[in-house]
C-alpha cells in the first residue's frame, strides 16, 4: 500500500515556508543540480510552445533539469487536453448510440475530464498551480543553500 496523506514538502519549500526545527526539516535530502531543464529534441510544436511559455512563466528556480520528464508529461498532456476540447466542443457531449436513435455520452467526455485530471496533477508536481505555492515567502538565501544558517540558534534581545 502506498503512503498515505498529502506528499510531503520538500525541504527547500518547507525553508521558505518559514519552518526552523530541524526536525521537521530532512537536511539529506538529494538536491539535485539548479539548472534548467533542456526541451527534448523530439517534442512536437504545439508541446514545444507550452513548454517556453511554462519555463517563461514559472517561478525561477522552481523547475529544475531533474523535472524534466515530469515538464514534458505535462506539456504534452495541455496539447491533448486543448486538442481533444476543441473536438468536444464540435461534436458536443451526446452522440448517437450503436443502435442511431439514442444519445449517449460522448466518450471525448471522460476523455477531457482525464487529460484536465492529469494537467492538474502534473501542475501541482511542478508548482504551476496556486495553491502548490501559497503559503511560499521568497526569500534571499545564503550561498550554502540556507540550511545552516535558518538553523542555527538565534539570539532573543530582551
Known amino acids: ?4 496523506g498529502p506528499a510531503p514538502l520538500p525541504t527547500r519549500v518547507k525553508l ?3 519552518e526552523t526545527r530541524p526536525s521537521r ?3 539529506a535530502e538529494p538536491k539535485p543540480p539548479a539548472s534548467a531543464p533542456v526541451m527534448p529534441a523530439d517534442l ?6 507550452v513548454w517556453e511559455r511554462v519555463m517563461r512563466d514559472q517561478a525561477p528556480g522552481v523547475i529544475l533539469a531533474a523535472h524534466a520528464d515530469t515538464l514534458r508529461l505535462y506539456c504534452e498532456w495541455v496539447v491533448r487536453y486543448e486538442s481533444w476540447s476543441v473536438h ?3 461534436t458536443g457531449p451526446l452522440i448517437k448510440g450503436a443502435r ?3 444519445l449517449v455520452r460522448s466518450p471525448l467526455v471522460a476523455m477531457v475530464r482525464d487529460a484536465a485530471d492529469q494537467v492538474r496533477v502534473l501542475a501541482r508536481e511542478l508548482g504551476l498551480t496556486p495553491s502548490s505555492l501559497s503559503g511560499v515567502h521568497a526569500v534571499s538565501m545564503p ?3 540556507g540550511m545552516a544558517a535558518l538553523l542555527t540558534p538565534r539570539r532573543r534581545i530582551s
Open 1 to 4: 500500500m502506498g503512503r498515505r
Open 16 to 18: 521558505l515556508h518559514g
Open 25 to 27: 526539516l530532512n537536511l
Open 44 to 49: 512536437a510544436p504545439a508541446a514545444a510552445a
Open 88 to 90: 468536444l466542443a464540435r
Open 100 to 102: 442511431g436513435r439514442d
Open 143 to 145: 550561498k550554502d543553500d
